[in-house]
């Protein structure tokens, strides 16, 4: 309701200057100059803002203003009283189809929305159902051999066991996701916070035979930040580029201070992103992994997004992928430029 308040009066004083000037001009001035054009700009506003209403009503408003001008003191010809009756007629059948075409451009988008949010919702419910399907299957399999007496009764278990622990899974992802990230911002170090999500992730790194090292200033890097949740994320990047890397390839993470913000990058050589991927892999329940739920970047974002960041990603298929995270920080301003010496 602010915001309307105010474009209603920027739409008034606009028009109330533009009458002014136009008066004072042609006091002074021929009458055959006019500024009759300029009305135009405060209906075509009017008819963004407010659509056709918004924009009849601003006709309405700069035809009233410009009533004087059929009955002012200086003379006037027939020609200019045509010009000006003329103007009206034309500024109406502008007001009335600007104010048409943004109406029915605001449906055609209400109408997008719509069947979006109708596609992502089937696809949110397919991705779900198929990602249960699996683990529901090998329960029902496995109930099924232990009632007929069948094969390792230890074994089936195990994997009744691990089925659900999947299907729990999964449904906690979708909850976390569908819930808002509620962070505790505290200043923290982030050097500490890229330590501990860095040595999460160091066994992996090892299994896959990647090499995994880790860049950061040798002073403190300080910012308001949820460090649990920060480390959520960057282990999800971690892991990522971890994935997508071959054997004996490198991950690097690097914390650079900057002007206005701090730089995290996480960069791999691996396979690499095409293009549908990057457009969509913040897109919840995307995935072309064979396993996983896709909420895992954009949960990464969601985070990010909470603490006031931005997320980045540069691919390219067959030549790696960076993503790097934007913060902002609390760091004495002789600190930054400093070259980082520290390296794990």
């Not at 920080?329 to 002789?334: E, I, K, T």
Request: with cysteine.
């Amino acid at each position: 309701m602010v915001n309307r308040k105010y474009y209603i009066i920027a739409i008034g004083i606009f028009l109330a200057l533009l009458t002014l000037i136009h008066v004072l001009i042609l006091q002074k001035l021929s009458p055959r100059v006019v500024l009759e054009e300029l009305y135009y700009i405060p209906i075509l506003f009017g008819a963004l803002q407010f659509g056709l209403k918004g924009s009849l009503l601003t006709w309405l408003s700069a035809s009233l203003l410009y009533l004087p001008f059929f009955f002012g003191s200086w003379s006037m010809t027939l020609m200019d009283f045509v010009d000006r009756v003329l103007h009206l007629v034309f500024s109406a059948v502008f007001a009335l189809l600007a104010g048409l075409l943004v109406e029915r451009a605001k449906r055609q988008q209400k109408e997008l929305e719509r069947n979006r949010y109708l596609a992502n919702l089937g696809h949110v419910a397919a991705t779900i159902v198929h990602d249960l399907k699996n683990p529901i299957i090998t329960i029902l399999g496995f109930a099924r051999r232990i009632r007929e007496g069948k094969g390792n009764i230890d074994a089936a278990a195990e994997a009744i066991t691990e089925s659900a622990q999947n299907m729990q899974k999964i449904v906690h992802n979708v909850l976390d996701f569908s819930k808002p990230v509620h962070l505790e911002l505290k200043e923290v170090d982030l050097r500490d916070v890229i330590r501990q999500a860095s040595e999460s992730c160091r066994a992996k790194a090892e299994e896959n035979g990647i090499k995994l090292t880790v860049h950061m200033p040798n002073f403190p890097i300080s910012a308001l930040a949820d460090s649990f949740n920060m480390q959520r994320a960057l282990i999800n990047i971690i892991n990522n580029a971890i994935e997508a890397s071959g054997k004996g390839q490198q991950v690097r993470i690097a914390l650079v201070a900057k002007k206005r913000f701090v730089s995290i990058t996480v960069k791999d050589y691996g396979s690499g992103m095409d293009s549908e991927t990057i457009e969509n892999i913040f897109f919840p329940f995307y995935s072309k992994k064979s396993s996983g739920t896709g909420l895992g970047m954009a949960i990464t974002k969601k985070i990010i997004d909470g603490h006031q960041g931005r997320i980045n990603i540069k691919s390219q298929t067959g030549s790696g992928t960076e993503v790097e995270i934007e913060l902002p920080y609390n760091l004495p301003r002789m600190a930054i430029g400093n070259v980082y010496s520290s390296k794990t």
